[in-house]
């Protein structure tokens, strides 16, 4: 008897935790009508964006070169469609050597107003676009 009711309380004491898998947000984007090199990033479409969101954080990186692009944040709105352009500063575009083609990653995090991440998703794409 005292297993159980040992058992019962311990379960109880179990709390959940969010986790960032659980919850990965789609990241959809396209290079069209990007300029080598550009300081405007590209719109993008992000979808499965968890309740309680105030920003979107976008970061790219060049995997050929191990190269961080830098990104931005947007305060989110409720609408997963950010323009082109949203974002700029510390942000340098897609900028393989002449005649290569790299492949891109972008991560985007939803933050809550703390700017702790609540989810995260990714997308890749090669520029130049053939």
Known sequence: MRLKTALALTMSLIVPVASHAAGALRLQFSWS???ACSTTPPAFKVANIPKGTKYL???LADENAAFNHGGGEVAYRGSGNIPA???GGAYQGPCPPAGQVHTYVWTV???DANKNVLAEGK???AFPVK
Request: glycine share 20%; hydrophobic share 35%.
């Open 109 to 111: 995090e939803a933050l």
């Open 123 to 125: 997308a890749t794409g």
């Open 33 to 35: 009508g990007t300029k």
């Open 85 to 87: 352009g949203s974002f």
């Open 57 to 59: 954080s976008f970061r």
